[in-house]
């Protein structure tokens, strides 16, 4: 296990359908992380989970928005009824408790047209 | 205003330079801060962290944390084509490997040959 690793690469998706990523972490790491970067701008957090537990959501997390991480393994993001404005690069990342700072993916870069 | 700033550039030096990047902060309860590289098309990559005020060398690299200015900056020594990406500051309440980042919007850097 070399990194975070991150599925799709690329998603293009019209507006109004739902999409799903898949996120694979570190696989002795027990936090994941889901963050949102859009050009020109650093990530912005949306939501963390600490083994199977989401500990953490952002308010930009709306409710078409959900994350999952059952068995506190692989982690999924579904955005459901895409609008133009979530195009955006989702980058997942994962850390362990005894150690400083997150490893990341290499991001799903997701087009909504 | 953003809880934490960085100049976007771009910066463009010659290989050799000495490079200075830096970022300010407005919230006090920052205590452990990081910095990022980032290449186009990939997540950021975990360069250097730092707890608290101080001064922290790892080879080229050299992180400083002033807390009372709100300040912190990363010198790279020689720079070189390589080192051509963009550099992401970001800080954290409490411990360091624990919930949300908050970043800075990345410099964009580029070493002329």
């Known amino acids: 296990d070399t990194g975070v690793s991150q599925d799709p690469r690329h998603k293009i998706t019209k507006r109004g359908q739902n999409v799903t990523f898949r996120c694979d972490p570190i696989s002795e790491h027990n936090r994941l992380y889901w963050y949102r970067q859009t050009l020109g701008q650093g990530p912005e957090f949306l939501t963390y989970f600490q083994n199977e537990a989401q500990l953490e959501k952002s308010r930009l997390l709306s409710d078409r928005f959900s994350a999952e991480r059952p068995k506190g393994s692989f982690s999924t993001l579904e955005i459901q009824r895409t609008e133009q404005g979530d195009s955006a690069m989702y980058l997942c990342?994962?850390?362990?408790?005894?150690?400083?700072?997150?490893?990341f993916g290499s991001g799903t870069r997701l087009t909504v047209v | 205003q953003k809880e934490v700033e960085q100049d976007p550039g771009p910066l463009s030096v010659p290989e050799g330079a000495i490079v200075s990047l830096n970022c300010t902060y407005s919230?006090?309860?920052?205590?452990?801060f990081m910095w990022y590289r980032q290449y186009s098309r990939k997540g950021p990559e975990l360069l250097m962290y730092?707890?608290?005020?101080g001064n922290k060398e790892d080879g080229r690299f050299t992180a400083q944390v002033d807390k009372s200015s709100k300040y912190i900056s990363l010198f790279i020594r020689d720079s070189q084509p390589s080192d051509s990406a963009t550099y992401l500051c970001?800080?954290?309440?409490?411990?360091?490997?624990?919930?949300?980042?908050?970043f800075g919007q990345g410099t964009t850097l580029q070493v002329k040959p």
């Open positions: 970001a800080m954290t309440h409490g411990s360091g490997n624990t919930g949300k980042l908050i």
């Open positions: 730092t707890y608290s005020s």
């Open positions: 990342a994962s850390s362990r408790t005894d150690l400083y700072g997150y490893t």
């Open positions: 919230n006090s309860a920052f205590q452990y």
